[in-house]
């Protein structure tokens, strides 16, 4: 039976892009599904695009969501080392081999005379390629160059006639006639190799048995074959997985909104519902089922299962999904959730607040967020509001003013506000007794305490602000309004 290895292998050139994340995670259900392995490979060849947290944010992509590699740069592993950087002499003994194959060759072309021949082919209207030059050259003329010491890349002999196939286990078979394959370079003149060389030798080398990559890379697949070929190397199984995009049918980006995983972890995401909306990119169980558990999605995933068509990434259903796994917590993992976000806010909150807080807001946050947009009056010493905003629809300032006293006489008498049931029914009496409806009366108190005209349920909120503070903000609401009062100048 074939060992199943996986490999997921992100360049750290900032967070991952949720498309990558995806393939991941793919590759993770895949090989726990078969109890194969999940191996994290650093390809960082390319060290004028890295940057400076750029494998933190790899790992810290892949810790958020419990995507735990069984071999990689951190853990090592049988295989290492796993950044490419660490790697070279390999790839310089591989490229040596397919030179003397004859599947590759030296070549000397400077940037300049590239250029130049790029806008030559771009002038005739010809697609840009190597035109190879230096594939050609005489055992003279290569001596030549050598005793010069001139700069050489390796380029990649592709035959100039039949075609290239590769299986793929998503698309089926993709073939390219070989005349429309780039002689691409796999190694540069500063020993590095480019991503076609180190690919296949690292995965090789690596044993991987399935390789799951976006499918905007279907046009490489060619140079990766001929260089499996050349080698004798047998080809992994692979699958372009299908790409996501935004509404607007065009590859998820920036202008889209966030699209790397920590920003959404950033902004309020829980992991469970991250996990939950990614596998649904492009993969599904059936035609109905949305809702899986980590343990679900290991027991059902299985390649044939994923789709072929883009995926389209809708930030509605992924606040829907979140809303839901928010209200599946219990109070205290909701709090323990909820408190980098007020420590990120620089709101002192504490466990047991949060934690009394967590019922009142579970049925209305859809992201960890907004918990501090919905609760942050209970953290300060007051509030800032329009003083406008006390005074609710049908009300004038002297109606305002009144509903305030009431509330205030009422709460005056609660030692402490902990039977919210009997509160809320003395604050409405009190209502009834003005002859206001109970939505303009509670609004003015919600102003008046919380500094919002929506927040959490107000009886609720006044015990866990308290008695002091609460006491304190309905005087001053008082003031607010008895300034007001004078000649009505200020209604709803």
């Known amino acids: 039976m074939l060992d199943i290895r996986v490999r997921f292998a992100p360049s750290p050139t900032g967070a991952p892009h949720v498309g990558n994340i995806r393939t991941a995670l793919f590759d993770y259900l895949w090989a726990r599904h078969t109890g194969g392995k999940f191996i994290l490979r650093i390809e960082d060849t390319d060290q004028a695009r890295e940057v400076e947290n750029g494998l933190e944010l790899i790992l810290e992509s892949l810790r958020y969501l419990g995507l735990q590699w069984d071999e990689g740069p951190d853990v090592g592993g049988a295989y290492g080392p796993y950044r490419q950087s660490e790697r070279l002499p390999l790839y310089a003994e591989h490229a040596q081999q397919l030179i003397a194959k004859g599947a590759a060759y030296y070549c000397y072309c400077t940037p300049e005379r590239l250029e130049q021949m790029r806008e030559a082919q771009h002038a005739r209207g010809e697609s840009t390629r190597y035109d190879y030059r230096c594939r050609y050259l005489s055992p003279e003329e290569r001596a030549a160059h050598e005793r010069a010491g001139d700069p050489k890349v390796v380029r990649l002999a592709v035959p100039r006639e039949g075609k290239t196939t590769l299986r793929d286990f998503i698309h089926g078979d993709l073939t390219i006639a070989n005349e429309n394959v780039d002689d691409q370079v796999l ?101 109905k089922t949305e809702l899986f558990t980590r343990e679900q999605l290991i027991e059902y995933f299985t390649l044939d299962k994923i789709e072929h068509a883009p995926a389209i990434f809708d930030y509605g259903k992924l606040d829907w999904l979140n809303g839901y796994y928010i209200r599946q917590l219990s109070d205290d993992d909701l709090a323990a959730r909820m408190l980098p976000f007020f420590e990120r806010a620089r709101l002192k909150a504490d466990r047991a607040t949060l934690r009394a807080l967590a019922p009142l807001l579970k049925e209305r946050i859809k992201k960890l967020t907004e918990a501090v947009a919905w609760s942050d009056f209970l953290f300060v010493d007051d509030v800032e509001y329009d003083p406008r905003s006390l005074i609710g629809k049908g009300m004038d300032a002297a109606s305002a003013l009144a509903a305030l006293r009431a509330a205030q006489h009422v709460l005056e008498k609660y030692p402490a506000f902990d039977d919210e049931q009997k509160i809320e029914a003395e604050l409405r009496a009190a209502s009834d007794q003005l002859g206001l409806k109970p939505a303009p009366f509670f609004g003015t108190l919600r102003v008046a305490v919380t500094g919002k005209t929506v927040s959490p349920p107000l009886a609720g909120s006044l015990g866990l602000l308290g008695r002091e503070k609460t006491l304190r903000r309905i005087a001053r609401a008082v003031m607010v309004l008895e300034s007001k009062q004078s000649g009505d100048r200020v209604t709803g």
């Not at 690919?199 to 499918?215: A, N, P, T, Y």
């Not at 049918?249 to 829980?270: A, E, I, M, N």
């Not at 519902?273 to 596998?279: E, I, S, Y």
């Open 187 to 287: 190694l540069k003149s500063d020993s590095f190799p480019t991503y076609h060389l180190a690919v296949v030798v690292d995965d090789h080398l690596m044993k991987i048995s399935h390789v799951m990559r976006g499918d905007d890379w279907v046009p490489s697949f060619p140079k990766h074959v001929l260089v499996y070929q050349a080698f004798g190397w047998e080809i992994p199984l692979h699958g372009h997985v299908p790409m996501v995009t935004g509404a607007d049918k065009k590859k998820l980006g920036k202008r889209h909104g966030s699209t790397s995983v920590t920003q959404f972890r950033d902004d309020g995401y829980l992991p469970e519902a991250m996990l939950n909306f990614l596998v649904r990119l492009g993969w599904s169980y059936d035609d």
